[in-house]
């Protein structure tokens, strides 16, 4: 797949509607809230591996850094939707996984999946964090958040609260937001403040059939 392939292929009417959404948190709920029961068979339609990806990356960086053991290792899944994330995540033995979204509906989905400790429903990651959240989790992924018409950049920095200091963030950008929202400027300014280091990046991966994506890796400085 090439940087110019969202032409290639189109993207079927599940994604397409996802794509289109303006970043109210309003029309999101709603969107989601009636494509939820869908959402898994569509994704998987459209080629969607960015929740795959997304842990691949995060398994890669835990490999190396982490010093705790996977079943005492505390993950949270933001925008956890129907819970592909804890299902790849469950595969590699992980058993600590919180997740939350704002979509009641696709948190029900995740929390069916019988992989999370507990998911929470009706959470708006870009609003202030739940306190019992702050500094609490050695991961955070979140696949498939970072947009178009999702959330902004400086979600990012929601993250890095909820991680402990030396905690990891994975977080997958799509890559018409990542040119559209000007993703690159958070990025160099969360490193050069030096909040958070880059551990790792896979830059033009694969994410769905008519898209790539940037997948980073980040550790909790300060
Ligand atoms: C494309 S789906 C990705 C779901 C899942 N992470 C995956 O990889 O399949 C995007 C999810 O982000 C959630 N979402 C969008 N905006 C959000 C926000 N501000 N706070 C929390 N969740 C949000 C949606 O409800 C939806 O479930």
Known sequence: MTENSETETKPNAGIQGGLSLDGSAENICAYYQQWAANYDSDVDDGGY??????????????????EIDKYAYQIHDVGCGTGLVGKFLSEQDFTYIHGSDLTPNMAVLAQQRGVYQQVVGGTDITQPICPEWVSAYDAVLSSGVFTSGHVPPETLLQLKIMVKIGGLIVISTREQYYKAMNYQQLHDKVINSGELTEVSTLKNAPYTNDSNAHYWVYQRVC
């Open 49 to 66: 591996v960015g929740a795959k990806i997304t842990v691949d990356c995060f398994l890669q960086a835990w490999q190396h850094l982490a």
